[in-house]
DNA sequence: CTGTATCCACTACGATACTG
DNA sequence: CAGTATCGTAGTGGATACAG
């Protein structure tokens, strides 16, 4: 191994969101970032409208799922496409890369979906025992 | 299928991620947010303790990170580990769900870290093409 | 319909100092 | 070492109005 770090099987690469001025880690927080997660996770269903996904997107505003969508697509997420009609109708849909990366987010987003009644249980016995804290 | 909404394959799950009050939104938050990513992937290399994890999560500030690991702990994800002794030792560890969640997470980090190159170049062209903007 | 522009509240976050 | 407390700032994000 031509490693330098202490860091068990870690491969080689040029990036590292450990590592703070990675341009990475901006990137996955878009990803994974409040608004980004669930347009990455609505638009696996399909291509979506911009008011569609405002709708899909349950409590995000005409400004955040504007911000949210012109940030995947320069990051090469999301492809937009705009029909010069009137009135204009805007398609939003995966790249394939978009669709690998939400694809992932998708099974997090399961997996904590599937167990939230472990987590709530959780939160319960550490807000009891913790009591007042 | 006994479903009655539109979305395809989906379970009838009591808890919807893109529902405005569903509390595994919340969850998913801690899980997603810029410092519970980096820490449950930080733990998914082994137990670590406060500054180790410090300086792995490279730019969190105490604070922050131990705001993270109180709300990972309460949502059952880390376990915290405080040893009596002086000077005190704690380790943070991920629970059995824990480690699920940052399989996931960490499928997701080398994906978009392995992909950068792609992502930079897309930033590089929607910058040129779209000028000043 | 698909956005952008403006204003404002809130709070997330970092820096620092301090405690057990 | 492992945190908590306090404070100040910068940016997030919502509401509204407006433009193409």
Redesign the interface.
């Known amino acids: 191994m031509s490693t330098m770090h202490e ?2 099987e870690e ?1 080689d ?8 001025a990675c ?2 880690r901006v ?3 878009h ?4 608004w980004g ?2 347009t990455l ?2 638009l696996h ?1 399909g291509s979506l409208r911009f008011n569609e996904l405002r709708r ?4 995000v505003s005409e400004k955040m799922l504007s911000q949210t969508l012109q940030a995947l ?5 999301v492809h937009r496409e705009a029909q010069p009609t009137n009135p204009p109708r805007v398609d939003y849909e995966l790249t394939p ?1 978009g669709r ?2 939400a694809t ?2 998708i ?10 009644g ?6 319960e ?3 009891t025992t913790r009591g007042a804290r």
Chains 1, 2 share one sequence.
């Open positions: 860091h068990a491969k690469l040029p990036f590292d969101v450990f590592a703070r341009p990475s990137t996955l927080e990803v994974t970032g409040r997660a669930l996770g609505a269903e899909r997107v349950d409590g697509e320069r990051d090469g997420l890369i690998e990366v992932r987010l099974s997090l987003i399961q997996f904590v979906e599937g167990r939230m472990d987590v709530l249980a959780a939160r016995r550490y807000d």
